[in-house]
C-alpha cells in the first residue's frame, strides 16, 4: 500500500502545472459555494429574526372567518372580549398582544406636506403597554417618540415618511370606514418614525393607538388578532397547541395561525434559496467533473505503455486502478484544502461586517426581511460538505478512463503509441 501511494503522489506532481489548474478549478468552485451559502444562510435568519419580532409575532389568534377573508381584513370578523384570552396567556407565560388592523386612506394638505394628495394604507392599531412584549417597534424610533396610550398620535415607518414628505409633528388624516360600514375620519400627529431593519414595515408601517382605533372604529372593545411571541427556532406544532390548549379551548370560532404562514412569501424565498444552493453544489460537481475527468483522462492514456509494463511485472489490476484513484484524490484534496482556506477567509469578513445593499434594498422589494447589511453565517456542515465533495467527486470522476485503459491486453498496452 505504502508503495501504491508513493507511485500515486509521484505522478501527481509529475505535471505540477496540470495539476495546479486543476485544483484552482475545483477550489474556486467550493470557496464560491461556502461564500454564497454562507450569505443566503445569513440572510435567512435575519429575515426569520426580523419578520417575527417586527411583522408578524411568532404566532396570531383571529377569527376564523377573519382569516378567510384576511386580505380584505374585514372589522366585522373580529375578536369580542380579548381580555380573557390575555389573561390566560399572560398566565401561562406566553407573551401576548392585541392590535386592531384595517384599511384606510391618507390623506395630505400641501403646507406642511410638499403636495396635496392621498394613499391607500394599511393602518395597525396597537396597544403600546403590551406591544413591546411581543415586537420591537418602540425600539426603533428613529425620530420623535413612541405611542402612547388613547391619544390622538401616530408612528409612521421611515421609509413611508420619506415618501410622502412627512415629519414628526405633521398632521394625519385617515378616512376609513367602522365596524359598522359607516365612513369615519381620524385626525392625528405623527409623533414618531420607525426606522426598522424590517423592510416592510419601514415602508408601509403605519401605527396608532388601539384605544384611539377602538373609539373611532366602534369595536366595542373586540380587536382582529391577538399576536403572541414565543422562539422563532421553537417547535411550531408544541407551542401553537399550547396556546390553544391554554387560552382557545372554549373559544371553537377562534384559529391561531403561525408565522411560517403568516410570511409565506418569505418561506416560499428561503426554499428557493434551499434549492439554488443545491444548484451551486450541482456546478461544483460539473467543475470537479470535467477538470478531474480531463486530467485523468491525460494522465491514464499517456502511461498506458507504463501500466502495461507493471502489469508485466506482476501488478494486479485493482492495485494500478487503486495508484491512479489515490493520484486523483490527491488532486482533489488539495484543490478542497485551498477551496475550503479561500472560503473560511474570504467569510471572516463577509460575517462580521457584510455587504451593504442599503441603497438596493430601499426602493426594491426582494422579499427578504432586511433594510440593507446582508451579513453571512458560519455553518460547519457546509465547509465539510464543500471539502468531502472535492475530495470524493475527484476520485469518483477518475474510475472511468482508468476502467478503459486496464482493460486492455498486456501486449497491446507495451505496444500501445
Known amino acids: 500500500m505504502k508503495f501504491l501511494v508513493n507511485l500515486a503522489f509521484k505522478n501527481l506532481f509529475r505535471h505540477k502545472r496540470r495539476t495546479m489548474i ?31 419580532l417586527y411583522e408578524t409575532g411568532s404566532a396570531r389568534i383571529m377569527d376564523a372567518q377573519f382569516w378567510e377573508e384576511h386580505e380584505n381584513l374585514p372589522l366585522k370578523h373580529s375578536i369580542d372580549n380579548p381580555q380573557p384570552i ?24 400641501k403646507d406642511p406636506y410638499p403636495e396635496s394628495g392621498s394613499i391607500q394604507a394599511q393602518i395597525t392599531a396597537i396597544d403600546p403597554q403590551r406591544d413591546p412584549q411581543v415586537y420591537l417597534i418602540d425600539e426603533s424610533i428613529s425620530a420623535g417618540r413612541f405611542l402612547k396610550e388613547d391619544r390622538l398620535e401616530a408612528v409612521v415607518g421611515a421609509w413611508l415618511a420619506e415618501d410622502i414628505g412627512a415629519q414628526v409633528g405633521y398632521p394625519l388624516t385617515i378616512v376609513t370606514r367602522t365596524k359598522e360600514g359607516f365612513f369615519q375620519t381620524i385626525d392625528l400627529e405623527i409623533v414618531g418614525l420607525a426606522n426598522t431593519p424590517n423592510p416592510v414595515v419601514n415602508r408601509t408601517g403605519i401605527f396608532i393607538p388601539i384605544k384611539t382605533a377602538d373609539y373611532y372604529l366602534q369595536m366595542d372593545g373586540s380587536v382582529t388578532q391577538i399576536d403572541t411571541s414565543f422562539p422563532y427556532q421553537a417547535d411550531i406544532k408544541k407551542q401553537t397547541s399550547k396556546i390553544r390548549s391554554v387560552a382557545l379551548e372554549d373559544r371553537p370560532d377562534l384559529t391561531i395561525v403561525d408565522w411560517k404562514i403568516l410570511g409565506k412569501d ?11 444552493s443545491k444548484v451551486i453544489l450541482f456546478l461544483v460537481f460539473i467543475i470537479a467533473a470535467v477538470g478531474i475527468s480531463n486530467t485523468m483522462l491525460m494522465s491514464v492514456y ?16 485493482h492495485e494500478i486502478r487503486l495508484a491512479f484513484l489515490i493520484e486523483a484524490g490527491g488532486i482533489g484534496l488539495i484543490g478542497a484544502s485551498v477551496g475550503v482556506l479561500i472560503g473560511v477567509l474570504l467569510n471572516i469578513p463577509l460575517v462580521n461586517n457584510g455587504i451593504d445593499y442599503s441603497a438596493l434594498m430601499r426602493d426594491a422589494d426582494m422579499g427578504y426581511r432586511i433594510t440593507g447589511i446582508m451579513r453571512g453565517l458560519w455553518s460547519t456542515a457546509t465547509i465539510l460538505t464543500a471539502f468531502f465533495t472535492g475530495v470524493v467527486l475527484s476520485v469518483l470522476m477518475a474510475f472511468i478512463p482508468t476502467r478503459k485503459a486496464l482493460k486492455l491486453q498486456i501486449t497491446d498496452a507495451l505496444r500501445y503509441q
Not at 399572560?90 to 386612506?105: L, M, N
Not at 418569505?266 to 439554488?276: E, I, M, P, T
Open 266 to 276: 418569505f418561506v416560499a424565498l428561503a426554499a428557493a434559496k434551499s434549492a439554488g
Open 22 to 52: 486543476t485544483s484552482i478549478a475545483i477550489a474556486v468552485g467550493l470557496a464560491l459555494f461556502i461564500l454564497i451559502d454562507s450569505m443566503l444562510v445569513g440572510i435567512e435568519e435575519d429575515s426569520t429574526r426580523n419578520l417575527v
Open 302 to 317: 499517456e502511461r498506458i505503455r507504463e501500466i502495461g509494463m507493471l502489469r508485466a511485472l506482476g501488478m494486479r489490476r
Open 86 to 109: 390575555l389573561e390566560d396567556l399572560e398566565a401561562a407565560g406566553i407573551d401576548a398582544a392585541p392590535r386592531t388592523v384595517f384599511r384606510g386612506e391618507l390623506i395630505m394638505q
